[in-house]
């Protein structure tokens, strides 16, 4: 039943905008570490959880690869100050 089901989620997540498979189990674990205990149902795992908002395109991937990648720097780029004059 897992493959099935890990099966469709990833069907789905390649229409929403997914390019591999690779990368929805990165940005999937990644989702899943953000979900909070409040969201899950009695027994249900986060990762569970994840694969089924990937099943009913509850994420939108472009939005959580960005937030993954900004995750992952150690360097934020310059920001630039705007002067009072």
Not at 2 to 12: C, D, K, L, P, Y
Not at 35 to 40: F, H, R
Not at 45 to 53: A, E, G, Q, S, Y
């Amino acid at each position: 039943m897992g493959r099935v089901f890990a099966q469709e989620s990833w069907e789905s997540a390649k229409k929403s905008g997914c390019r591999s498979a690779y990368e929805m189990i990165i940005l999937g674990a990644h989702q899943a570490k953000k979900v909070k205990l409040d969201d899950l149902n009695r027994g249900e795992r986060n990762t569970v959880h994840t694969l089924r908002m990937f099943e009913h395109k509850l994420v939108d991937f472009e939005d959580l690869r960005e937030d993954y990648i900004k995750s992952r720097q150690t360097v934020q780029p310059p920001q630039l100050e705007e002067s009072d004059e």
